[in-house]
């Protein structure tokens, strides 16, 4: 158990490393780049698992469509459009739509047809439409350039939201592996415990007390109180929480472990974006909503 443990840990430390280097120090093109491999990869893992539970997906029309909404996104904000951002993410999906219909009028073999439509929509909005949010998130508050950094505030909020919901899977992980015994969702996820749960909270909430510290409440032109702090650090663990466990549904689903072995001792991609995927759209819209720009 120790081994796993250790190994898993390392693996998210390294990995919070990087992704927390390149918010900081890299170019918005390399960020989009890296941020385009990340959702093919997951994107990949995502329909290898529907096709595991029996269901054929159209992965590269899908793929194809995840890429052109996380790209078109980026370049509508790097140069200076986001005032259209909604309404053409909107467009983008609705075109996704329109080409998955198209493609299964000219499918004559496919028993599945409702199935694969759907599975490969979910596909598209389970994956680049949720994780888009991180563009929005990185890109809305400060004027940017595709050649250059991000703003100060899409840098410094990205690095929170991944500190505080990564530091929680791991706080979750060890203490549920340490002292875990009251089951929290046996029928999706038999390992997660109420022990675990409340360990993840509380070092999410230790760690987004940090940061709120270090930073003075001060995250570029947003102002974050330290009730806003005490708020975030409980409820993004929740959320991380519930994209995990959505995680663990599909693969059930699907009779997999992992969705993958990239990452060692935490399995695919998938794996280890499934909490971010749904404490970013939360994330955002609090910002959006309840920080005031100074």
Request: with cysteine; net charge neutral; hydrophobic share 55%.
């Given at each position: 158990m120790m081994p796993s443990i250790n190994k898993r840990i390392y693996?998210?430390?390294?990995?919070?490393?990087?992704?927390?280097?390149?918010?900081?120090?890299a170019p918005i093109s390399i960020i989009c780049a890296g941020l385009l491999l990340i959702v093919a990869i997951a994107m990949l893992e995502?329909?290898?698992?529907?096709r595991q539970i029996g269901v054929p997906v159209y992965k590269y029309l899908g793929i194809t469509g995840g890429l052109s909404l996380?790209?078109?996104?980026?370049?509508?904000?790097?140069?200076?459009?986001g005032v259209y951002a909604?309404?053409?993410?909107?467009?983008?999906?609705?075109m996704c739509i329109t080409a998955v219909f198209i493609r299964q009028f000219f499918q004559q073999l496919n028993g599945q047809p409702v199935q694969t439509i759907a599975c490969t929509l979910l596909g598209i909005l389970y994956i680049p439409f949720l994780f888009n949010f991180f563009t929005k998130l990185g890109l809305t508050w400060d004027r940017v350039d595709f050649f250059h950094g991000a703003g100060l505030s899409g840098r410094l909020l990205c690095f929170y939201l991944i500190a505080v919901?990564?530091?929680?899977?791991?706080?979750?992980?060890?203490?549920g592996s340490w002292i875990g015994k009251?089951?929290?969702?046996?029928?999706?996820?038999?390992?997660?415990?109420?022990?675990?749960?409340?360990?993840?909270?509380i070092l999410g909430l230790v760690v987004s007390l940090l940061l709120f510290l270090a930073a003075n409440g001060h995250f570029g032109n947003k102002m974050m109180?330290?009730?806003?702090?005490?708020?975030?650090?409980?409820?993004?663990?929740?959320?991380?929480?519930?994209?995990?466990?959505?995680?663990?549904?599909?693969?059930r689903a699907a009779g997999a472990k992992d969705t993958g072995a990239i990452v060692p001792g935490m399995g695919g991609l998938l794996d280890v974006l499934d909490s971010l995927l749904v404490a970013v759209p939360f994330f955002y819209f609090y910002v959006l909503w309840f920080l005031p720009t100074i």
């Open positions: 693996s998210g430390m390294l990995l919070a490393g990087v992704l927390g280097l390149a918010i900081v120090k995502f329909y290898a698992m529907m996380i790209g078109i996104s980026f370049c509508v904000y790097t140069f200076n459009y909604s309404e053409i993410e909107l467009f983008i999906l609705l919901v990564k530091s929680s899977d791991i706080g979750a992980f060890v203490v009251h089951k929290l969702f046996p029928r999706l996820s038999p390992k997660k415990t109420w022990e675990g749960f409340f360990g993840g909270m109180t330290l009730t806003d702090a005490v708020i975030l650090g409980l409820l993004l663990p929740v959320f991380g929480l519930g994209g995990d466990l959505i995680e663990s549904m599909f693969k």
